[in-house]
């Protein structure tokens, strides 16, 4: 099975109650690093979580820098592999990543097992958490801090690097999370210029 059939079958069948929990939003390709990496799956509620998909049919290659981009930001990881990498996928994570493996069933359908059980990441990088905002947000919220109108005109950058200094990590983590549980456009509302790479993404229906 492909990478598109797991994603559908874990949406139905691992996530079908985070879909239906009012406050929960979950969104597919999630742009982390300004775009540089994107989280297969992520569910935000009052944690942030973290899903990437690793069939059959994908490589490995690629995973030793998903794994930073995800430690970064999400409060629990998951994988969720193919029976190909059953064995070996333990020793490109992290210990507190869980392991799901999808397997299909004799009739033809996806199941999911859980391998590992994930634990919390104790690794979160304020400044990769800001980078999750927009600009306007990101400006907005330091606004409503008192900032200076003209720390507000300043780069994007810049914005990121005062919410992360300015704000406790719990403060701006569950920040944060309210601002895209509350997007209400994931299409990027500013320039290509403006935005400087980062991506936003539809939610998943």
Not at 39 to 60: P, T
Request: a positive charge; one cysteine or more.
């Amino acid at each position: 099975m492909n990478d598109a059939e797991i994603r559908h079958n874990f949406h139905r069948k691992r996530l079908r109650q985070h879909h239906a929990q009012k406050g929960t939003l979950v969104i597919d390709e999630l742009g982390l690093n300004h775009g540089k990496c994107r989280a297969d799956i992520a569910v935000i509620n009052g944690h942030l979580i973290g899903y990437e998909i690793k069939s059959n049919k994908d490589s490995l290659r690629r995973l030793e820098e998903q794994v930073k981009s995800y430690n970064a930001v999400f409060d629990k990881i998951s994988i969720v592999v193919g029976d190909r990498y059953i064995n070996s996928i333990p020793k490109y994570i992290p210990k507190f990543w869980g392991i799901i493996v999808s397997i299909r069933g004799s009739r033809g359908a996806v199941n999911f097992h859980v391998i590992r059980n994930t634990r919390t990441n104790k690794n979160i990088d304020p400044l990769a958490i800001a980078r999750l905002l927009w600009r306007n947000e990101a400006a907005e919220i330091l606004q409503l801090k008192k900032v200076s109108p003209k720390v507000l005109r300043q780069p994007r950058a810049v914005l990121y690097d005062h919410l992360a200094d300015m704000l406790h990590i719990c403060e701006l983590q569950k920040t944060v999370r309210e601002y895209l549980k509350n997007r209400k456009n994931w299409r990027c509302p500013e320039s290509p210029s403006q935005y400087d790479g980062l991506y936003p993404l539809l939610p998943t229906l």
